[in-house]
């Protein structure tokens, strides 16, 4: 894993017309960076043409990787799929319809890099959103703090950086990418957050809406509550291995 310091995971889902925008501004702001770097793509059961548009890119850059699922998994399933296969002990996160900035991730990695935090979440200002989804979002976020204390006012933002070991060994479910900085808090890692840049929706349609997002979620927070009152993480503090005779 040391030969790539920082891995991008982006889940896509039917983004064809935005995967390209995306990869250009990605591998533009990586490359002013001193880290060496890869991005991988996870096409989650497209039925447009994001599969053929995401190999071309990997032929124009080496750095791409292109993960195909079988089929469509959800976007945890996705991104879980992304993370375990990434190379890199830091790891960052986005969507992939563009609305997430990747000129943010600098500033992300330098709050990362002073070392007192293991997770950095962005918080979408200003997002470009409808008003019912803002609403709905402001509703949920309030509801899981209550629950789950973890402190943070954005979940429902992907772009994020951690370090590897945030994520190594927690269990997945649909729900996963949304409770990622609730599942590092509960490991006893250190988060903090940090204003990003939101974007219109340029090409493509959401893939989400309120109806589709309420009882699934409420089913999700029930489940990590009952994970935080039962999973148990053992730390080893040493291993003494058998002495031959």
Not at 25 to 40: D, G, K
Not at 45 to 57: C, K
Not at 186 to 214: D, F, L, S
Request: net charge positive; aromatic share 8%.
């Amino acid at each position: 894993m040391s030969e790539v310091e920082i891995s991008i995971v982006v889940p896509v889902k039917d983004e064809a017309e935005s995967v390209a925008d995306l990869a250009r501004e990605i591998r533009e702001v990586m490359n002013t960076l001193p880290y060496t770097w890869e991005c991988v793509w996870v096409n989650d059961g497209s039925t447009d043409g994001t599969l053929a548009v995401l190999l071309e890119l990997q032929r124009e850059e080496g750095r791409f990787r292109v993960v195909d699922l079988a089929r469509n998994y959800g976007q945890s399933g996705a991104l879980m799929t992304g993370l375990r296969r990434a190379r890199g002990a830091i790891l960052a996160t986005l969507d992939g319809d563009g609305q997430n900035d990747p000129h943010d991730f600098p500033a992300l990695l330098a709050r990362l890099a002073e070392g007192d935090v293991a997770m950095v979440n962005g918080v979408r200002v200003r997002r470009q959103d409808s008003w019912v989804r803002r609403v709905s979002s402001w509703i949920a976020n309030k509801v899981r703090n209550w629950f789950l204390h973890d402190g943070v006012s954005d979940t429902g933002c992907a772009l994020r950086v951690f370090r590897r070991e945030c994520v190594e060994g927690i269990p997945v479910f649909k729900g996963t990418h949304r409770f990622l900085p609730a599942l590092a808090v509960m490991r006893g890692y250190r988060i903090t957050e940090m204003a990003v840049n939101h974007r219109p929706r340029r090409k493509g349609v959401t893939k989400y809406g309120v109806r589709n997002r309420i009882w699934v979620g409420l089913a999700d927070l029930w489940a990590v509550c009952w994970m935080r009152r039962r999973l148990v993480y053992p730390e080893i503090r040493a291993e003494y291995p058998a002495v031959e005779t």
